[in-house]
């Protein structure tokens, strides 16, 4: 699993970089889902990524609001380029990051 990671974090763009999905990522690298929540969790600890909480529209993919906790995320959310109110489903939304400067 490290070993994918790595792989993925040496060739690809920078810009599949900006966010990833752990849950996509599993599914691409045909991992179970759990073992890639837990080495991001691991690779934010140990300062090679953040964790945000994104409301991301899946209509336009517009990242409409970001989180640091989950505790200010809310139950639906508007986006203004689509004009439209979603549900908000987390396990679309989560999204990891390169730290910032």
Known sequence: MISKLETHIRTAEDDALLRLNPLYFAEEKNIRAQEAVDVFLYAAFGGLFTIEWSLTCPTCGEAVESFKTL???????????????????????????????
């Open 71 to 101: 505790q200010n995320i809310h139950a639906s959310f508007g986006c203004n380029l689509c004009r439209t109110t979603l549900e908000t489903t987390l396990d679309e939304m989560i999204h990891v990051a390169r730290p910032r400067p």
